[in-house]
């Protein structure tokens, strides 16, 4: 490769290496070209906004739409819990509304516990409200039972720490939460048990 460029690069040991650098890197893109543009549109594909969960791994459709209208039902400053294994955590970067679930690994301290676990029993269960004054929770999101990547036990499919989340449609604990908007399958709910 050095002889065939002219002059003093011919001479040079670093001109040689880079050569002989870029030569390496035509071949292996050359090569892999199309592997590495297939990966990236793969990629792009898995974090569309889409209604099919097989593809959207972040947000659906649905999703989306309901959480761009989540200022129009939210008011400042009142924080809006849910589980951020599907997604519900995305309100605060999309929308600034704070809550108590920001990211996955989310260390409880004990109100969060409370919420997190039992506040599906917020009409009587007496430490949960407390627990959501003290947060400033006045709303949950329910974007459904689906996962970001299966949640983090593997085992059970999902992340056991949010069961209080769950089933606020059930009529046995619908006199705690009020339906106030919805888009597909997902919902968003005011609670309505801490007054």
């Known amino acids: 490769a050095a002889r065939a460029l002219p002059g003093p690069w011919r001479r040079t040991p670093g001109a040689q290496l880079v050569g002989c650098a870029l030569a390496l890197a035509a071949v292996v893109l050359g090569a892999g070209g199309v ?34 209208r989540l200022p129009e039902q939210v008011p ?3 924080a809006v819990a849910g589980n951020p294994w599907n997604a519900s955590a995305l309100a605060y970067g999309l929308t600034g509304r704070p809550t ?15 919420v997190a ?13 407390p627990a959501v004054r003290e947060l400033g929770v006045g709303y949950v999101l329910d974007f459904g ?6 949640g983090d036990d593997p085992r059970a499919g999902r992340d056991r720490r949010y ?12 006199g705690g939460f009020e339906l106030v908007d919805s888009e597909g399958g997902a919902r968003l709910y005011r609670v309505t048990a801490c007054g």
């Open 163 to 174: 069961p209080g989340l769950e089933g606020l449609d059930d009529p046995a604990v619908a």
């Open 145 to 150: 039972p689906a996962r970001l990547w299966g």
């Open 76 to 78: 400042e400053g009142v």
């Open 100 to 114: 108590p679930f920001p990211h996955l690994q989310h260390a409880f301290d004990p109100p969060r516990r409370v």
């Open 35 to 68: 592997s590495v543009q297939r990966g990236y549109a793969e990629l792009a594909a898995n974090h569309a906004v889409t209604d099919d969960v097989a593809l959207a791994d972040m947000l659906s459709r649905s999703e989306r739409r309901l959480l761009d």
């Open 117 to 129: 676990q039992r506040l599906r029993d917020a009409a009587t269960d007496p430490a949960v409200c």
